[in-house]
DNA sequence: CGGGTTTCTGCGTTTTTGTGCAGGAATTTC
DNA sequence: GAAATTCCTGCACAAAAACGCAGAAACCCG
């Protein structure tokens, strides 16, 4: 069999089957399994296929992409997703809720962290899905399409199934005196069972936000224990919430 | 032998082949294997072969096992796609697996279909997203990072919990005789509960997959109701799985 | 017809390419 | 952490290609 035989029946199935392994491959084919590493790596060089360890997969299934231009106030969000990451230690179960400053803080994420993540939230699943060491736990139910999070009670029934180490919100609006509020009834639902769930609840805000309030209640301050924001913890904005009892970080 | 002579029979075996070797050439023509390195050399400088290490390659070879530019046969995918698409009515409870040509048929979905979809493959589901009139139900549980699919005995207790009209399964491998196969054992055992918890089980599948094995069993033939692929129904290749029962579109 | 030229072919030598093997390094996996 | 895979590197060997050369055939033309 030709070189170019072969690499062409290989890349043949990876096109078919979305992966290969070297060493079906190579019984496959009869050749040893230098030589189909080889021809991967050269398949590879070219962008035919992408390889992995143990064999290649296709290029095509594997581009799931998210631009994170655009967001907004995107700097600040920066500085809390650091903040936040830093709480974060091998072997944890995070529980995170949706939103844009999850999603920084997804994209954040250390490389060689180990965690598992138990979300909701069809964006934050798709960048946790990214990174190589992180387990990924999907709460099922309807998916809301306003808030891109499945909600209902099969998602409140699962999450109060777990007890996670730390869990992080992202928050709408927060106010010394209403606590944490919202405006989505059922994301509502849904953090009340996070925050019931969780060894630690994390508030992730935007200073913007502090001091502000929406119609639904998620909590009163007494119920969590951090609050994150971009600015530094000795702001005078964040006074009351350090009187409150709430750390700031 | 003349030249002129001698390259037009390398050009008709070229041609029959696929390919030559240059050391069978010369046995057969009878010359040196200089002779025939110059030959393919000069048909490969006219534009006519291929020449590669130890012979020679038809272009008909390239344009059979190179498929030019994006998603693997993504015209044969989009008309499977539209065969299957013509299958969902209004407010049908439709269950699908994974995969790109699972993917092909979310994109092909008409805007004002109304319909429940459900799912744990979270491309698919970032794909029914995107559409105004579908419901998403979002099957959850640990994600399989090779297929981007919730695997899992909690998906699998969910899928059982739901009673589908329809149900779409993206196909790796099928064969008359062993039935519908697979390469990675989770998602098998999805795909099993899936079948079991639909009216109907449809079958996509591309006919360059029809005829092929893979290490891990489905179903039998029997268990599927339609196979749909991108060739006419009457095409003598699907004859065999029309006559062992299953409904070919 | 015959000499000169060009083309074609085969041979030996040198290079390049392709393949398999052995070991140690890196990685996955449990 | 330890065992098992898988990967990488250098190496050896074989097959094929490239190159130069020389003899043979074909071709051209006076």
Same mark, same amino acid.
């Given at each position: 069999?030709?070189?170019?035989?072969?690499?062409?029946?290989?890349?043949?199935?990876?096109?078919?089957?979305?992966? !290969?392994?070297?060493?079906?491959?190579?019984?496959?084919?009869?050749?040893?399994?230098?030589?189909?590493?080889?021809?991967?790596?050269?398949?590879?060089?070219?962008?035919?296929?992408?390889?992995?360890?143990? =064999?290649?997969?296709?290029?095509?299934?594997?581009?799931?992409?998210?631009?994170?231009?655009?967001?907004?106030?995107?700097? $600040?969000? $920066?500085?809390?997703?650091?903040?936040?990451?830093?709480? *974060?230690?091998?072997?944890?179960?995070?529980?995170?809720?949706?939103?844009?400053?999850?999603?920084?803080?997804?994209?954040?994420?250390?490389?060689?962290?180990?965690?598992?993540?138990?979300?909701?939230?069809? @964006? +934050?699943?798709? #960048?946790?899905?990214?990174?190589?060491?992180?387990?990924?736990?999907?709460? &099922?139910?309807?998916?809301?399409?306003?808030?891109? *999070?499945?909600?209902?009670? #099969? %998602?409140? +029934?699962?999450?109060?199934?777990?007890?996670?180490?730390?869990?992080?919100? &992202?928050?709408? +609006?927060?106010? %010394?005196?209403?606590?944490?509020?919202?405006?989505?009834?059922?994301?509502? $639902?849904?953090?009340? %069972?996070?925050? #019931?769930?969780?060894?630690?609840?994390?508030?992730?805000? *935007?200073?913007?936000?502090?001091?502000?309030?929406q119609p639904i209640k998620v909590c009163d301050l =007494? #119920? *969590? /224990?951090?609050?994150?924001?971009?600015? @530094? %913890? /000795?702001? @005078?904005?964040?006074?009351?919430?350090?009187?409150?009892? !709430?750390?700031?970080?």
């Amino acid at each position: 069999m030709l070189k170019k035989e072969r690499q062409a029946f290989i890349l043949h199935q990876v096109n078919l089957h979305n992966k !290969v392994l070297s060493s079906s491959l190579c019984t496959e084919i009869n050749v040893s399994e230098d030589t189909i590493r080889r021809d991967l790596q050269e398949l590879s060089d070219e962008g035919k296929i992408i390889k992995v360890h143990g =064999g290649a997969l296709s290029h095509s299934f594997n581009q799931v992409y998210f631009p994170s231009i655009g967001v907004y106030s995107q700097n $600040q969000k $920066q500085v809390i997703a650091k903040k936040a990451v830093a709480l *974060i230690s091998n072997g944890m179960f995070v529980l995170t809720s949706g939103g844009t400053t999850i999603m920084e803080l997804a994209r954040t994420l250390p490389p060689q962290l180990k965690a598992t993540f138990i979300s909701g939230s069809i @964006p +934050a699943i798709l #960048e946790y899905m990214h990174h190589p060491n992180i387990e990924v736990i999907v709460i &099922g139910d309807k998916v809301s399409k306003n808030s891109k *999070i499945t909600v209902g009670s #099969e %998602a409140i +029934a699962k999450i109060k199934q777990v007890k996670a180490d730390i869990c992080f919100l &992202g928050t709408n +609006a927060i106010d %010394a005196e209403h606590g944490i509020t919202d405006n989505d009834w059922e994301v509502v $639902q849904l953090k009340k %069972a996070m925050i #019931e769930s969780s060894k630690m609840v994390v508030c992730l805000s *935007i200073a913007e936000k502090v001091n502000s309030v929406q119609p639904i209640k998620v909590c009163d301050l =007494g #119920e *969590i /224990d951090l609050l994150i924001t971009e600015l @530094p %913890a /000795d702001d @005078p904005i964040l006074l009351p919430y350090i009187n409150a009892g !709430v750390k700031v970080l």
